[in-house]
């Protein structure tokens, strides 16, 4: 069965450090991983994705997530954090075994980035 | 670009009142459609999803309901409302992709007092 595994409900940082925010996952086939960045009170903002190709992916903001498959992780990092880096991250994933389309989402991971 | 709408932005309702939340999509054709409910500000349950007009499946069974009367509209639904339906509502669409992410909108807080 798919699943996504965020271990840490929350993540404390100090701004400048760099920072790292865990995901883990289980599929079927291959996978496609998503990382979400959500502001409080507002909706999920897409950050990056793996699909294919280089293990190392670029996203929106400085953010970048490494792919490693034999440990099935997809682990979501920034070299230098900022204050306005706190939010709540959620990690999500698709396998291309079966007919399901639908996201399986982790739990998510509270950042808080400390002045 | 696309764009995607979703209203009102807080609701408060009375218990067993009806419900209902209107999501539409600009600038794209054929989305899916997606409901999903995010409690006490975590975990993110899907509610509904649906390929096209018309068609809906339900992910969980509920006292909400989930219709898609145009291609870009989709609408989430009650006849009567619990207190166990407040949350934080968001809608959402991605192309019919494995690929493609998804793109959510602004979300609902609802609370039923």
Do not use: M
């Not at chain 1, 070299?79 to 989402?105: E, M």
């Not at chain 2, 018309?54 to 409302?81: C, M, W």
């Amino acid at each position: 069965a798919q699943s996504v595994a965020q271990p840490e409900d929350q993540v404390n940082v100090a701004e400048g450090n760099p920072l790292t925010v865990k995901c883990t996952y289980s599929v079927s086939g291959n996978p496609y991983l998503f990382w979400y960045v959500q502001y409080p009170n507002r909706g999920l903002q897409f950050l990056l994705k793996y699909i294919t190709g280089d293990n190392l992916v670029k996203g929106s903001y400085g953010f970048e997530a490494e792919f490693n498959k034999s440990q099935t992780s997809f682990h979501l990092k920034k070299p230098s954090a900022l204050v306005s880096d706190s939010a709540l991250y959620f990690c999500a994933v698709r396998d291309d075994a079966g007919n399901n389309r639908k996201l399986i989402w982790g739990l998510g991971t509270s950042l808080a980035v400390n002045p | 670009s696309q764009t995607i709408h979703q209203w009102p932005a807080t609701l408060v309702q009375p218990v067993g009142s009806p419900l209902s939340l209107e999501c539409t999509v600009e600038g794209t054709s054929n989305p899916n459609l997606y409901w999903y409910r995010q409690a006490a500000g975590r975990g993110l349950q899907l509610l509904f999803y649906s390929v096209g007009i018309g068609q809906i499946s339900s992910e969980v069974p509920q006292n909400l309901s989930a219709s898609r009367p145009q291609d870009r509209q989709f609408i989430l639904s009650s006849k009567k409302l619990l207190l166990s339906d407040s949350g934080f509502y968001l809608c959402a669409w991605s192309k019919d992709r494995l690929y493609t992410e998804a793109f959510f909108g602004q979300g609902t807080r609802l609370t039923v007092v």
